[in-house]
């Protein structure tokens, strides 16, 4: 398993008028941690379309615990639980990094696609990081 962990705080911005971070916001925050992690493994987003391929998001999933607020600070865990074949999958954990508690969880998954939209296999060089790192 590959995990990675992404530190965030909480901005005026993030929050809605209850105070409490607006649910889109989270997959927001999923999209920069992966984003790091993909980095951390030595395939930032651009090295991937230089490959000649792009990983967009199929299907998204949230499950949302309690509310972040305004200038709390969050850890966001991403983790890759299994070798990627036809897709990725990357598993998200927000918590506050103060008390440890839980406050989001949930899922992207990738499909493995060339410039042109085709969907490919995983590419050799993204298994070969992934699996480096496993």
């Known amino acids: ?6 530190f965030i705080k909480v901005y005026y911005r993030d929050v809605d008028q209850m105070g ?6 989270y997959l927001e925050y999923f999209e920069e941690a992966r984003t790091e992690l993909l980095d951390a493994l030595g395939l ?11 990983l967009p998001v199929i299907t998204s999933h ?4 309690l509310g972040a607020t305004l200038e709390d600070k969050l850890l966001i865990e991403t983790s890759i ?4 074949k036809a897709t990725l999958s990357i598993d998200y954990s927000v918590q506050n990094s103060l008390s440890g508690q839980i406050l989001v969880t949930g899922y992207t998954k990738h ?12 590419p050799k060089f993204i298994l070969d990081k992934i699996i480096s790192h496993f």
């Open 1 to 6: 398993m590959i995990k990675h962990d992404h």
């Open 20 to 25: 409490i971070v607006y649910y889109t916001r």
């Open 44 to 54: 930032s987003i651009s090295s991937i379309e230089e490959g000649g391929m792009q």
């Open 62 to 65: 949230c499950e949302y615990k």
């Open 81 to 84: 639980k299994q070798i990627p």
């Open 111 to 122: 499909a493995f696609i060339d410039m042109s939209g085709n969907p490919k296999r995983v």
